[in-house]
């Protein structure tokens, strides 16, 4: 069985910083492809972030490029997510998210259906 627990969220003013933790544990945490999702309240959880279980594929949302880094830690089976110059609209539950099914050579996963193993989410509020 997979367990993701995420850490790190928290209530922040706009243009702070936070960073979200996400330990894993269960089977092989270098073979996931690890993702970052948010749902805003009376929203759509939507896509975030994502990397590949080696690290050198990385994705983001248009609306994060530039302020968010993901990055994993295969040692720790850990994955980050740093999240700078963060805006009001950055408010939501931040999910953590694998899949084992990604290999080499496919295009990162960003729909919510594309991964199978969910924590229960990190709450951040950015205030203005």
């Known amino acids: 069985q997979v367990q993701l627990v995420e850490s790190g969220g928290g209530l922040v003013q706009a243009g702070g910083s936070l960073r979200l933790s996400c330990a894993v544990s269960?089977?092989?945490?270098?073979?996931?492809?690890m993702g970052w999702f948010r749902q805003a309240p009376g929203k759509e959880r939507e896509f975030v972030s994502a990397?590949?279980?080696?690290?050198?594929?990385?994705s983001y949302a248009d609306s994060v490029q530039g302020r968010f880094t993901i990055s994993r830690d295969n040692a720790k089976n850990t994955v980050y997510l740093q999240m700078n110059s963060l805006k009001p609209e950055d408010t939501a539950v931040y999910y953590c998210?694998?899949?084992?099914?990604?290999?080499?050579?496919?295009?990162?996963?960003?729909?919510?259906?594309?991964?199978?193993?969910w924590g229960q989410g990190t709450q951040v509020t950015v205030s203005s």
């Open positions: 998210a694998a899949e084992h099914h990604f290999r080499a050579g496919m295009r990162i996963f960003t729909t919510v259906s594309g991964y199978d193993y």
């Open positions: 990397i590949s279980p080696g690290g050198s594929g990385i």
């Open positions: 269960g089977r092989t945490f270098s073979n996931y492809l």
